[in-house]
């Protein structure tokens, strides 16, 4: 009647990055070259563990936990030569030392329930979850100019994020006679965000000043509302499942600081669902069978490549998020042989609009 797990896992790595570019600077036809050295070394503990308690032969109850730690640090040098790209003169030689420290930090919960209807399969779950996250990131950085010869740039910030998501969820699965089957459910997801940052920044001599370009205050929320209906029937060796899924995205985002931005995404859409099965026939006395899937999908821009914050890599380098994306659209059709679900053959077509990704931008 009662079942329990637990886990531990403990994790060590050190990465290394080099990374090697040029660009072309049209305005006085030189070449930016810059050669980068970056290790990652991280720490990391995690553990998980979980109970459920059969309360009747047809109710189960659930509860399970993930805890998860990760200490990171990133050590990066990065020599930067500008020269004219026809003659090779040397136009600037600067070096770019950025060191960062992390804490991440990761508490999942789960409660869940089963509940078994009928001896056919038919059954009921509800789940609840809450995950809460918080990151903490400093970081300091060195600009040196040896040619021309000019007074070091040196930085410093904070960067703290936290995040709670609460998810609810219930499912229902019917069979009924004439082997239907129908599969209904409802999802609610709530993520609540919050970032802020703190840089200051002084030159040569001078005192320190708050940099007005790093420094960010950012709330972010965002509520996904789902449905799902779908039916199953299988006959002369068919199986074909046809659904419905409804879904509502609502997402709002403020910056506070430097200035005031904010972004909005509100839409309510409806993704077709068709799936088709069917025995193909036996090879090495194996049982082949066919799939025909086709369904449509969304993927949703996230809080980090929204938030419009600019995270500093060196003096001519930066990661900014762009907070008009809108969410990308994915129509999948695709055909597969399996055994035993395992894939064997496969062959499919996505359609895929408003692509979102990292892109980087002369400035």
């Not at 994790?11 to 970056?38: C, G, M, P």
């Not at 410093?156 to 089957?181: P, R």
């Not at 320190?208 to 960010?216: A, E, F, I, R």
Request: a positive charge; proline letters at 4%; aromatic letters at 16%.
């Amino acid at each position: 009647k009662l079942n329990s797990y637990f886990s531990y896992q403990f994790t060590k790595r050190n990465n290394f990055e080099e990374l090697n570019s040029e660009r072309f600077i049209q305005t006085d036809s030189s070449l930016l070259a810059q050669k980068a050295y970056t290790t990652y070394p991280s720490l990391n503990n995690y553990f998980s563990g979980g109970i459920d308690v059969a309360v009747s032969k047809k109710l189960t109850i659930a509860y399970d936990i993930r805890l998860s730690n990760t200490n990171s640090k990133s050590y990066a040098t990065n020599a930067i030569n500008i020269a004219k790209y026809i003659t090779q003169q040397a136009l600037s030689t600067s070096q770019s030392d950025v060191n960062n420290k992390g804490n991440a930090l990761f508490i999942g919960n789960n409660i869940s329930s089963k509940y078994k209807i009928d001896s056919a399969g038919s059954e009921w779950t509800m789940a609840f979850d809450y995950n809460y996250y918080y990151n903490n990131n400093t970081q300091a950085y060195n600009n040196y100019f040896y040619l021309p010869v000019k007074p070091a740039i040196l930085g410093n910030g904070e960067n703290k994020n936290d995040k709670n998501i609460f998810v609810a969820q219930t499912d229902l699965t019917v069979k009924l006679s004439n082997k239907f089957t129908v599969e209904t459910g409802l999802k609610i997801t709530t993520s609540n965000s919050n970032n802020s940052a703190d840089y200051i920044y002084a030159t040569g001599t001078n005192p320190s000043q708050v940099d007005p370009y790093q420094t960010n205050t950012f709330k972010y929320k965002e509520t996904i509302s789902a449905a799902y209906l779908q039916l199953a029937k299988t006959f002369y060796g068919f199986t074909i499942k046809p659904g419905l899924r409804l879904e509502t995205t609502d997402i709002n985002g403020r910056q506070l600081i430097p200035k005031d931005t904010t972004l909005s995404i509100k839409r309510t859409d409806l993704f077709p669902y068709i799936f088709l099965r069917h025995n193909l026939f036996k090879m090495f006395g194996f049982k082949l069978i066919g799939n025909a899937i086709y369904r449509r999908s969304i993927k949703r821009p996230y809080y980090e490549i929204l938030n419009p914050y600019p995270k500093y890599i060196d003096q001519y380098l930066f990661d900014v998020g762009n907070p008009k994306l809108q969410p990308q659209f994915t129509t999948n059709y695709e055909f597969n042989v399996t055994f035993n679900d395992f894939p064997v053959f496969a062959l499919g077509i996505n359609q895929t609009n408003n692509i979102f990704s990292n892109v980087t931008y002369q400035d």
